[in-house]
């Protein structure tokens, strides 16, 4: 187990860590965010990304799953985005990798700032060798970045795609929330729970 942990060393997984900055830097040059991750992406890799508090995790199983779904389909509506870094940690004995990053929409208030999400998202990155991630986690701010949406679409700053993806996770949101609440009765009923 110990030689598993101590595989890769601290300066590996911080050029690993490089190479991904300078992957979203090109990305964000050409907003071709999913072409760019190919480049760090094990085949078998699995991604996570956690949705908010009614919401299940999103999970994608493979390479091809991942750029199709997770960066595809999800990442639909934010074109013009950027997701500047923050600070990066690196833990050579379990191969990982953890950087913070903000999400800066390309609409500007009339006092020349841009609309954000506030807070801070993170990543996770189990190495995989050669230069590729064969486990990465996303989590961020998920409510900021709804409002920071629902702002968007508000103003009228937002595009189609974005509109269609408030409406899709309104839908999302009301059905979980609904599915929690059946089950909270459910667990009254169970247990004989009276007010």
Request: aromatic share 14%.
């Amino acid at each position: 187990m110990t030689a598993e942990l101590n595989k890769y060393t601290y300066e590996e997984i911080e050029a690993f860590g490089k190479k991904i900055h300078d992957v979203m830097l090109e990305a964000r040059k050409t907003g071709q965010y999913v072409v760019a991750n190919e480049a760090i992406l094990d085949d078998n890799v699995v991604y996570e990304w956690a949705l908010g508090p009614t919401l299940p995790a999103y999970v994608a199983n493979g390479k091809d799953a991942v750029m199709r779904n997770a960066l595809g389909a999800e990442m639909a509506g934010v074109d013009g985005w950027k997701y500047p870094w923050g600070d990066y940690w690196v833990d050579p004995e379990k191969g990982v990798l953890i950087y913070n990053w903000k999400m800066i929409s390309p609409w500007e208030r009339s006092d020349g700032t841009f609309y954000a999400a506030n807070g801070y998202g993170y990543s996770f990155h189990t190495y995989a060798g050669n230069g590729r991630t064969k486990h990465k986690t996303d989590i961020c701010e998920s409510q900021m970045l709804q409002y920071c949406h629902a702002e968007g679409v508000a103003g009228g700053f937002a595009n189609e795609a974005m509109r269609e993806k408030v409406k899709m996770r309104r839908t999302r949101e009301t059905m979980a929330l609904e599915n929690w609440i059946e089950h909270l009765e459910e667990l009254r009923e169970e247990y004989g729970y009276k007010e």
